[in-house]
């Protein structure tokens, strides 16, 4: 019997990090918005190229240490996304316990998830590339997200149907999430390159690493998402194949994984063909990261399909 | 990076002579970099050599010059857009594959835009020919790119790798370390306890890794093509099935006792494994407790006994877990219920007495709609349309709906039509659907008479002394699906293998590493073939290992080939190795 008490817990949790991460957007937001004297400049943009180049060493003196004022709001706006992204994974494993089950069966749950995991990525890749200039993206989108999702998908925690009672779930959908998190991430990323490639004459992009060493992040970061996709698309053929009889339906939801899947195939081609590296392969990291907003929410809202799940009548 | 600083005189030194023959270092890099495996407009190949205006091409350089644009990278994605966008209809209109009842429910409702759905097949978008042009014509690009590419690999993985290009500094991550021709040996050493396959040149060592990368792409994209096939291939030979029935009777594979049967081009009804199955009971169990969830299903399980070689045994289908039998796959659709009716004339002749199913349709409380036709014995031919509410309860409006999935308070409400069902026009009709055009309502809400209402085990008056009906009881149906897929196992085989060259290709990196004596020192450089984001860092662990900072100095044990004579060596014209030739011939 699920249990009410845990489920208001972890809403109270949820409204907690959300106002948190609103702080925290806002932090980046000044931080952005400030101007660096041209000396600075010059520090990060070496900073950047050793970004680009990938070569570890040289990041072990980092120009952020040698003026540590500078990053104050950045350091503040990243260790309030940390405050809230703890609450957050806190009401996600609350409402997991209140549901006595996995916390991603139907879209609240999975929106929850889903948002924590992107957040969780931005937070954790910082041990490996100082990506902070995507503070402001990342607050941003969890905190929207996280609006809608409490006020538009939100329901009582309710046992699973048989359908979706079956270790595939626990596997395809957190699979799903984690694909989604380094889509976002790499979206990100593809944002600032689009804007770094012309002159934008604002100085928080003309600070940003150059236009091609965010791309190869973005590039990075967004085909271990299309691995996760690929296996995302495969484990729900394994799971159709139990539940319904036939591993590919062409099912709405099906539909749309697979174009998510091939508009990403499509971006990994970009980023080896000449003509389409650059500022298109960008355009077609953001179209499949579209795709993928627009499944999970027009897609789960309004279209008909075996997997309605939304639990929203 | 101090290794690099440490080299400025000799970069210094060669500052000049650098200037001069920049052009023939970019050539260089062309060679070692240009990759013959890729098409010619992969970012990794040389711009491409098409002639512009150049002369004119003949039938067959046409035929040449469609194929290589058919292969290009630059199709391949144009292809792929393509691909995800003709897929997106079938999302937005209903497909007859997957929602037969949405499709009848939309040409209903736009009547004027049934030409529409008709003429670009909206309605069966995946196997439209318009949509399978894409995927053929994605296919055979595929084809075309993969295959020379695997002739050129196989070659690759038995070549030693390529010669070393007469000039490094142009290469990634170039520094130069202390040391001389005797130390080669050495740097071959440590290259090849890095994993790297190396091929000593004179007073150089070329050192190539990563080979699995291409195996891996290869293999992804074989995969798809393997995949395709066998979905292809595995609509020929399978068949599909359902039956609804209800518990306490059974159904066996012989066509006619199925509902639908369809069979793929090179299977006939003859082929379908010979077995029965009866269901005995279809257990559900809906959540009472969760005040969110009253009513939700829990579980489904049906409780059946397969015969088969004149043997019965138990078996059990559950959502999730079909039941296999003889290599066809058992799975629990959907469920309904069926009340037991009995119809008796004016004389007091059973004229009918069934199990009707009634079908549940999106109502989640299960109030189902069924339909009895009443052909013969009695005064007229008599039509019955109504809901069974396993749960009822009386709206404000008066009229009926049901509260809970469960049978806690059967009903049965039913119209009353006579006239002519139809059934002798010839056209075969659904038994689900009463055709009310040459009939009256004499019951119902358009009727002077009420609708019948029905309890269990209660028998009610037909009107005009027609005779009665009685609601016996009611049990509950499943609908089964049977079918095989013999090719399953091969598109799952095919999934397998294409994650694995998709992790192999992308996390693989291809890198091509040199060490070379010069009178500066050893010089070191490296090349990517294709993404590889950590070659710089490569070249210095490499550059750290020739120093000894990492590795004890290894005993200095040159065996004397490196003579002078190899400085003239390293200036012969640059090569790559490659066992095409020139790529750009
Ligand atoms: C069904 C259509 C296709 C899909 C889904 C697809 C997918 C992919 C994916 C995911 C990758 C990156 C992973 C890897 O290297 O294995 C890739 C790489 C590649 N594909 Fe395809 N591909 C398709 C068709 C083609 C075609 C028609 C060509 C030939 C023009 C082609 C040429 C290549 C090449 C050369 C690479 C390597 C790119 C690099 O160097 O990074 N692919 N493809």
């Given at each position: 019997m699920p249990d009410v008490s845990w489920d208001s817990y972890s809403l109270l949790a949820v409204y907690s990090s959300m106002a948190v991460y609103a702080i925290a957007f806002i932090a980046f937001a000044f931080d952005v918005a400030r101007r660096?004297?041209?000396?600075?400049?010059?520090?990060?943009?070496?900073?950047?190229?050793?970004?680009?180049?990938?070569?570890?060493?040289?990041?072990?003196?980092?120009?952020?240490?040698?003026?540590p004022a500078r990053r104050n709001l950045a350091k503040v706006g990243f260790a309030l996304t940390v405050l809230a992204w703890v609450l957050h994974a806190a009401g996600t494993v609350m409402r997991g316990i209140a549901a006595e089950r996995v916390p991603w069966a139907n879209m609240y749950e999975f929106a929850l998830t889903s948002i924590a995991i992107i957040v969780g990525i931005f937070?954790?890749?910082?041990?490996?590339?100082?990506?902070?200039?995507?503070?402001?993206?990342?607050?941003?989108?969890?905190?929207?997200?996280?609006?809608?999702?409490?006020?538009?998908?939100?329901?009582?925690?309710?046992?699973?149907?048989?359908?979706?009672?079956?270790?595939w779930l626990v596997i395809h959908v957190f699979v799903a999430a984690l694909g989604t998190g380094f889509f976002a991430l790499g979206s990100g990323l593809s944002i600032l390159q689009l804007l770094r490639s012309r002159a934008s004459g604002l100085a928080f992009v003309d600070r940003l690493p150059g236009a091609s060493a965010l791309e190869d992040l973005s590039y990075r970061v967004s085909v271990i998402g299309f691995i996760f996709w690929t296996f995302t698309l495969i484990a729900g053929a394994v799971w159709a194949e139990h539940a319904w009889g036939r591993y590919w339906g062409w099912d709405t939801k099906e539909v749309w994984t697979f174009v998510i899947w091939v508009v990403y195939a499509g971006y990994v081609h970009a980023r080896a063909t000449r003509g389409w590296r650059g500022t298109r392969s960008a355009w077609l990291q953001l179209i499949g990261f579209a795709a993928i907003l627009f499944n999970f929410t027009i897609v789960n809202v309004f279209f008909k399909g075996l997997h309605t799940y939304s639990g929203l009548e | 990076m101090s290794s690099r600083s440490s080299d400025q005189a000799a970069a210094a030194a060669a500052k000049a002579d650098r200037r001069a023959d920049?052009?023939?270092?970019?050539?260089?890099?062309?060679?070692a970099g240009h990759d013959p495996m890729r098409p010619s407009d992969h970012v990794d190949s040389t711009a491409p050599a098409e002639a512009t205006g150049g002369p004119r091409l003949g039938p067959i350089g046409w035929l040449r010059f469609a194929w290589r644009q058919l292969t290009s990278m630059r199709t391949a994605i144009v292809l792929l857009l393509m691909l995800a966008l003709a897929a997106v209809p079938g999302s937005l209109v209903p497909q007859r594959s997957s929602d037969p009842n949405g499709v009848i429910a939309v040409r209903d409702a736009n009547p004027d835009l049934v030409w529409l759905y008709d003429a670009l097949q909206l309605h069966d978008v995946y196997t439209s020919p318009w949509f399978s042009?894409?995927?053929?014509?994605?296919?055979?690009?595929?084809?075309?790119?993969?295959?020379?590419?695997?002739?050129?690999h196989w070659a690759a993985m038995r070549s030693r790798p390529p010669r070393t290009p007469a000039r490094l500094s142009r290469l990634v991550g170039f520094q130069t370390v202390p040391g001389d021709a005797a130390d080669v040996e050495r740097a071959e050493g440590v290259l090849k306890r890095l994993g790297y396959r190396t091929e000593r040149y004179a007073d150089s060592v070329s050192a190539e890794r990563g080979y699995l990368r291409e195996t891996g792409n290869l293999v992804f994209h074989g995969s798809i093509v393997v995949i395709v096939v066998a979905i292809v291939a595995g609509s020929g030979f399978g068949f599909q099935s359902q039956r609804l029935v209800v518990e306490g009777e059974g159904f066996s594979l012989a066509g006619a006792s199925l509902d639908t049967l369809t069979t793929g081009q090179f299977v006939s009804a003859d082929d379908l494994p010979a077995f029965g199955v009866h269901l005995?009971?279809?257990?559900?169990?809906?959540e009472t407790e969760n005040p969110d969830a009253i009513g939700q299903p829990i579980d489904?399980?049906?409780?059946?006994?397969?015969?088969?070689?004149?043997?019965?045994?138990?078996?059990?289908?559950?959502?999730?877990?079909?039941?296999?039998v003889q290599g066809s796959d058992l799975y629990l659709i959907s469920?309904?219920?069926?009340?037991?009716?009995?119809?008796?004339n004016a004389e007091g002749t059973v004229v009918f007495d069934e199990i009707v199913p009634f079908l549940a349709g999106e109502d989640p409380n299960m109030s189902s709609l069924g339909v009895i036709k009443l052909p013969d014995g009695l005064a007229e031919q008599v039509g019955l349309q109504?809901?069974?509410?396993?749960?009822?309860?009386?709206?404000?409006?008066?009229?009926?709906?049901?509260?809970?999935?469960?049978?806690?308070?059967?009903?049965?409400t039913l119209q009353v039509y006579t006239g002519d069902l139809g059934l002798d026009s010839g056209v075969p009709q659904s038994v689900y659907q009463l055709d009310t055009e040459d009939m009256t309502q004499v019951a119902g809400r358009d009727a002077p008479e009420p609708p019948l209402l029905i309890g269990p085990g209660e028998t009610v008056d037909l009107p005009d002394g027609l005779g009665t009906i009685s609601f016996d009881g009611v049990r509950r149906y499943a609908v089964i699906d049977v079918h095989r897929d013999v090719t399953q196992g091969w598109v799952l085989a095919g999934a397998i293998a294409l994650v694995a060259g998709l992790l192999a290709s992308l996390l693989i990196p291809r890198r091509r590493l040199w060490v070379k004596a010069t009178d500066a020192g050893l010089e070191v450089a490296g090349l990517a073939r294709g993404e590889d984001p950590r070659l710089e860092s490569a070249v210095d662990d490499l550059a750290r290992r020739l120093r000894g900072d990492d590795d004890a100095p290894a005993a200095r044990q040159g065996d004397g080939r490196a003579s002078p004579g190899a400085a003239d060596a390293s200036d012969e014209p640059p090569s790559t190795g490659e066992p095409a030739g020139d790529p750009r011939a």
């Open positions: 660096r004297d041209p000396e600075e400049q010059r520090a990060h943009e070496r900073e950047l190229v050793t970004a680009g180049g990938g070569s570890a060493p040289t990041t072990t003196a980092p120009a952020t240490t040698a003026r937070v954790f890749v910082q041990l490996w590339r100082d990506l902070r200039f995507l503070g402001v993206y990342i607050t941003g989108l969890a905190t929207v997200f996280l609006g809608v999702a409490t006020v538009n998908f939100y329901v009582s925690p309710t046992p699973l149907p048989p359908a979706l009672q079956s270790y | 920049a052009a023939a270092a970019r050539s260089a890099r062309d060679d042009a894409i995927v053929i014509l994605l296919l055979v690009s595929l084809v075309g790119c993969v295959i020379p590419r695997m002739r050129h005995d009971e279809l257990d559900v169990v809906y489904f399980t049906a409780f059946v006994e397969v015969t088969e070689d004149g043997e019965t045994h138990p078996g059990q289908i559950r959502v999730n877990e079909p039941l296999q469920n309904g219920y069926a009340p037991e009716v009995t119809v008796t109504g809901f069974f509410y396993p749960s009822a309860a009386q709206l404000d409006t008066g009229a009926y709906a049901s509260y809970f999935p469960d049978v806690l308070n059967p009903l049965l």
